[in-house]
Antibody, heavy 121, light 108 residues
C-alpha cells in the first residue's frame, strides 16, 4: 500500500534551517508529484510547493521563494524540504502528500504523518 | 492567486442530518479542478472529492460534490459520528495551489 513516512519532530532556534524528509513506498516514486503542505497550530492548510520526482522540476509558492528548497533522492524514494532563516511563525506541522495523478496535478491522495517543527529561542 | 472562501466557519448539526458546505473562489477555477478534504483532530487530511464531483477511492457515497466556475459545494447526506471534522476545499488548476480556510462540522 502507498505510504509516506516523514522524519521526526524538530526544535530549532530562529534563524536556523530545518530539513524534513518524506520516504515513499508502495508505488513508483518517480510517477507522482510530491507536494508539501504546512499547518500552523490551530490554523488551516497552506500549500508550499511541489516537486516532480522524475525531472526534479519544482514549483514554490511565492511566499517561500528564497527560503525553501525541495529536493529528492530517487535511489531511496525520498523527498525533502528545507526551510531556512526560520521564524517563530514557521512553527507548524509540515506534511508531504502524493499527487493522485501520474505526472500531473490533482488532489493529494496519500499523506505523511506530519512533522512538527517548533521554532523557539 | 485564487483565494478560496469557505462558509460557514462552523456548522452545528446532529448525527443523521444533512450538511452543506460552501467554497467560493475569487476567480473561475480551471476545468473544475477542485478537491475537498476531511481532517479529523490529530490526523493528516484525507482526500474526499476531486474534479469538484468525483469521489476518491473508498469514500462513502453520502459524500458528494458539485459546482463549477467560482461556486462549489460539498454535501454530506446523513452525518455519521465519524464525519464531525474540519473540511477544506483546494483548487489545483493553476499555481499556486490554495486551500480554503476550512469549515468545522461539530456536533450540536
Amino acid at each position: 500500500q502507498v505510504q509516506l513516512v516523514q522524519s521526526g519532530a524538530e526544535v530549532k532556534k530562529p534563524g536556523a534551517s530545518v530539513k524534513v524528509s518524506c520516504k515513499a513506498s508502495g508505488y513508483t516514486f518517480t510517477g507522482h508529484y510530491v507536494h508539501w503542505v504546512r499547518q500552523a497550530p490551530g490554523q488551516g492548510l497552506e500549500w508550499m510547493g511541489r516537486i516532480n520526482p522524475n525531472s526534479g522540476g519544482i514549483i514554490y509558492t511565492q511566499k517561500f521563494q528564497g527560503r525553501v528548497t525541495m529536493t529528492r533522492d530517487t535511489s531511496i524514494s525520498t523527498a525533502y524540504i528545507e526551510l531556512s532563516r526560520l521564524r517563530s511563525d514557521d512553527t507548524a506541522i509540515y506534511y508531504c502528500a502524493r499527487d493522485l495523478w501520474v505526472g500531473g496535478t490533482s488532489g493529494h491522495d496519500s499523506w505523511g504523518q506530519g512533522t512538527l517543527v517548533t521554532v523557539s529561542a | 492567486e485564487i483565494v478560496l472562501t469557505q462558509s460557514p466557519g462552523t456548522l452545528s448539526l446532529s448525527p443523521g442530518e444533512r450538511a452543506t458546505l460552501s467554497c467560493r473562489a475569487s476567480q473561475s477555477v480551471t476545468s473544475t479542478y477542485l478537491a475537498w478534504y476531511q481532517q479529523r483532530p490529530g490526523q493528516a487530511p484525507r482526500l474526499l472529492i476531486i474534479d469538484a464531483s468525483s469521489r476518491a477511492t473508498g469514500i462513502p457515497d453520502r459524500f458528494s460534490g458539485s459546482g463549477s466556475g467560482t461556486d462549489f459545494t460539498l454535501t454530506i447526506s446523513r452525518l455519521e459520528p465519524e464525519d464531525f471534522a474540519v473540511y477544506y476545499c483546494q483548487h489545483y488548476g493553476s499555481s499556486p495551489l490554495t486551500f480554503g480556510g476550512g469549515t468545522k462540522v461539530e456536533i450540536k
